[in-house]
């Protein structure tokens, strides 16, 4: 890993279950949604802002509000250029010397991701987590536990095995749950919320779009004191 400017980069721009095409279709309608819901809601049962990191931060929203809240706030992706749209998109909300004062970028793949124990307060994982392998979820899930101070909060989706990217993605390049594994999942958490949806959409670029199958767990959820 390579520290330049407050900027951790180790090259990984292949993630298998998210390739560079399924991110473009993300990014066309990247702009025009709001900021995540989980994310709003996971703010509002914290009394003060802390320090966060936004696994899968994509071009940076989240992270741009987070800022703006006074967070500090570690973006992390497996694609550079998101990391840089996120660092961007901080300047334009908070300024220059407030994103290097408070923002760290990390190039990285979520698999390699780890933070010192009990140095979060706030984990945002936006529909990044059903990217990683499903053999390193749970080493995944561990970094993620053991990061949180007891008491912080996770916000973020997993995917269930109805998702119709699970099918059309290498064998075991993405993870997905039934309902009773993601109780598992927060076995050391005080659920706020968990909401499981399924419907058909789309996804892609108006006039080319492709049906998709949506099954996800919305969940934000507090650590065990
Ligand atoms: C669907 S986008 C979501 C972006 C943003 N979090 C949101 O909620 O809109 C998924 C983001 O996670 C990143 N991502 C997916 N799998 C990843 C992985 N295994 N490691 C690191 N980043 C990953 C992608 O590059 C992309 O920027």
Known sequence: ????DGH????SDCVPGFPSERLERYLHRALTLPIRD??????AHIERPGVASDLGCGPGKEVAELLRRGWRVEAVDA????????RAAAIQVVGEQETSARLCCVHTPIARWAAPAHSLDLVHAGFSLPFVAAQDFAHVWKNIVAALKPGAIF?????GHNDSFLSQSPAGSMN????AQVMEVLVN??????AEEERDGVVGIPGNE??????????IARRAT
């Open 1 to 4: 890993m390579r520290h330049i």
């Open 8 to 11: 951790v980069n180790e090259r």
């Open 38 to 43: 989980t994310l709003i809601g996971a703010l």
């Open 79 to 86: 694609y550079e250029h998101m990391v840089q749209a996120a």
């Open 155 to 159: 916000a973020g989706q997993l995917f």
């Open 176 to 179: 997905a749950h039934t309902h």
């Open 189 to 194: 958490f005080q659920v706020i919320s968990m």
């Open 210 to 219: 492709q049906a998709k199958h949506w099954h996800v767990f919305h969940i």
